[in-house]
């Protein structure tokens, strides 16, 4: 191996700091998928055990391999193994026996319905940490109520700070759903570094409703505190942030929070000096009360301009806004493109996928990693992983090779 690959092939090692860490996923659609995603990120070695109909987020398009699932499940591999009989039982409690993580997120009593609860699976392998993510808290009342990202918005509060009540349309993505599965990323990290200790594997549980409340401190220690009841423009107000329409149709977010030099050098740039002076907005709490009527009147002020004049305007005088994008817009971005936040992979069956890099860096750098994994793709390749010792015909028994020995079959990276 010449140096230069030794260096990146090194480099690549130090990067994946969760090497070494098998995680078994028995999970569908976002909140287990994501939590094991975030795992994968870091280089733990994911293996994600589908039933033979496979995740149904898989089916959100065509064929089997859809946006939706493309984007929870890179750097995973996939295997299929149906675990309602008695082989597909015995195959996953075999996985377990060399697992570190398993996560799921099933209705509460599934698990355990299917002889495959914490209980058993801890006898299998007292190392073993088991996350299991579910909508409600699971000895609670409501633990068998059905429960998708909307319940955990809606109970959480969250959706009321979104939501204009004199006319309730839901948009935006998926939160509450993503929030528990990086909540159960969270707590399956705690307890693989409290293991180092212990020895021993544990419980973490994660209900999407709690995860989402935790996700907003401020707003129930300004209710807890001050009995403010937050609504969907309470945030906006404090942090005195913006959105307008410019005169080309283009759209400009701006934010001047707390402090006193961005409103006096954004109301300078504006052209707009006497708002200085302006009693209604003179001082942050006045600015904060009329916040409404301050929003109109800009409004009208933004219409004059195109964003771009706006934008030459705002930078020279160092007002912190954006343009505010669209998705393709994010695609072109110069900080985007300068970052590298995609990596380009190609799948042997369906061709070149484009993939979001983990957010995180580790001294500077973080490897490409591989393509999210066809229905069943990697099942043999497992198998034979996780298949158990064999006699010499010395009856010497050899350790059964562990994945880290495995030689992982990876996308050719480009670009």
């Not at 209705?107 to 190392?127: I, W």
């Not at 005169?247 to 961005?262: A, H, T, V």
Request: charged share 25%; proline share 6%.
């Amino acid at each position: 191996m010449r140096r230069s690959d030794r260096a990146r092939a090194l480099g690549r090692a130090r990067d994946r700091v969760l090497n070494g860490v098998t995680v078994l996923e028995l999970g569908s659609f976002i909140t287990a998928p994501y939590a094991s995603l975030l795992l994968a990120d870091l280089g733990a070695n994911v293996i994600k055990v589908e039933p033979p109909t496979g995740d149904p987020f898989r089916s959100f398009g065509t064929g089997k391999y859809s946006p939706n699932f493309v984007g929870y499940n890179r750097n995973k591999r996939s295997i299929v193994v149906d675990i309602k009989d008695a082989a597909g039982r015995k195959t996953l409690l075999d996985l377990v026996k060399s697992a570190d993580v398993l996560i799921e997120n099933f209705r509460p009593g599934v698990m355990e319905r299917s002889k495959l609860g914490f209980a058993t699976l801890r006898k299998v392998n007292p190392r073993l940490i088991y996350c299991s993510i579910s909508g409600f808290n699971r000895g609670g009342a409501n633990s068998q109520r059905p429960a998708f990202d909307m319940i955990g918005q809606s109970l959480s509060g969250m959706l009321g700070l979104f939501l204009d009540p004199e006319n309730p349309v839901v948009r935006g993505p998926t939160i509450s759903d993503q929030l528990a599965g990086f909540y159960a990323c969270y707590g399956v990290l705690g307890a693989l570094f409290a293991r180092q200790t212990t020895g021993t594997g544990r419980r973490v549980d994660v209900n999407m409703i709690e995860a989402t409340m935790s996700f907003m401190p401020d707003v129930f220690a300004s209710f807890t505190r001050d009995k403010v009841v937050m609504d969907s423009r309470t945030r906006a107000a404090y942090s005195q942030a913006y959105a307008f329409v410019c005169r080309d149709g283009r759209m400009i977010g701006l934010q001047l929070s707390s402090l006193e030099k961005f409103w006096i050098a954004f109301s300078t740039a504006i052209d707009r000096n006497e708002l200085q002076n302006d009693p209604r907005f003179s001082s942050r709490m006045q600015r904060i009360k009329n916040s409404e009527t301050l929003n109109a009147l800009l409004a009208d002020v933004f219409r004059t301009r195109p964003r771009a004049e706006w934008m030459r305007l705002l930078e020279r005088a160092d007002v912190p806004h954006a343009p505010v994008h669209r998705i393709d817009d994010v695609m072109t971005d110069p900080e985007v493109i300068t970052n590298k936040s995609f990596y380009h992979v190609r799948h042997p069956e369906m061709g070149d996928v484009r993939c979001l890099h983990r957010p995180v860096l580790y001294d500077g750098r973080r490897a490409p990693g591989r393509y999210p994994p066809t229905l069943g793709e990697h099942t043999e390749e497992i198998l034979s992983e996780f298949a158990p010792p064999k006699k010499s015909a010395r009856t010497r028994v050899r350790s059964p090779r562990s994945p880290r020995q495995v030689k992982r079959r990876t996308g050719r990276v480009r670009g």
